[in-house]
């Protein structure tokens, strides 16, 4: 059974500070990981996704996998009030044949 | 614009009724696939279909089925044999391969009457 673990927050940051996510997950064999945004009442939404260990930067996210220690992490700079949002971090084994496994995401509020 | 679109948006369920949620989509994927979304909670997977005429039970598949008769649609019907339908359904589509990520459509929200 594959596991992906995220605190669910709320994780508060203030605005133009960098938020850290952090994302846990159980199986060794996963090879791709993906983070997702969902506003409230909103579908999820692809922000990011990494495939090798090190950082995968995009405008002010940046990405980071650890397949070591199976932790995937995602870094937002400058904080903006519009992030505030519940991030969806998920996985898949590979082949992409049985969908993707999602934790329960982190609810993260950008203070102004 | 290519995308994914989801009907209705609301749906509301009598007992014993069966209901059809719609998923179209004109991006070219072959890939298609349906979640499950309680509150506070992650997503899990129904089902998915990789190609035409052929799909497979996620991991909640019980009292739902589907259909993949064209390479755009993948409808869901939620059967009166699922007790708890009271959710928000999430259809999405990717290319297939490895590690292709899924875009997804609006949603439907469904709810018991």
């Known amino acids: 059974q594959k596991e992906v673990e995220q605190n669910s927050g709320p994780l508060s940051v203030p605005e133009g500070a960098i938020a850290s996510l952090n994302c846990t997950y159980s199986d060794r064999g996963s090879q791709s990981f993906f983070w997702y945004r969902q506003y409230s009442g909103k579908s999820p939404e692809l922000i990011m996704f990494i495939y090798s260990n090190g950082d995968k930067e995009d405008g002010r996210f940046t990405a980071q996998l650890n397949k070591a220690s199976q932790y995937v992490s995602l870094l937002i700079r400058d904080s903006q009030p519009s992030d505030s949002a519940t991030y969806l971090c998920?996985?898949?084994?590979?082949?992409?044949?049985?969908?993707?496994?999602f934790g329960k995401g982190t609810h993260l509020i950008i203070q102004p | 614009d290519g995308g994914i679109t989801q009907s209705p948006k609301y749906l509301f369920r009598k007992e014993g009724q069966n209901v059809t949620l719609s998923c179209e989509q004109n991006?070219?994927?072959?890939?298609m696939y349906w979640y499950r979304q309680d509150p506070g909670q992650g997503l899990r997977l129904i089902y998915y279909?990789?190609?035409?005429?052929?799909?497979q039970k996620g991991d909640i598949a019980e009292g739902y089925s589907v259909s993949r008769e064209k390479k755009e649609s993948f409808p869901l019907t939620v059967t009166s044999a699922q007790k708890n339908p009271t959710a928000f359904y999430l259809c999405?589509?990717?290319?297939?391969?490895?590690?292709?990520?899924?875009?997804f459509g609006d949603g439907t929200r469904l709810s018991i009457l």
């Open positions: 999405a589509s990717s290319h297939q391969g490895y590690g292709q990520p899924q875009h």
């Open positions: 991006l070219n994927h072959d890939a």
């Open positions: 279909s990789q190609i035409v005429n052929d799909f």
């Open positions: 998920a996985l898949d084994s590979g082949g992409g044949a049985d969908g993707l496994t």
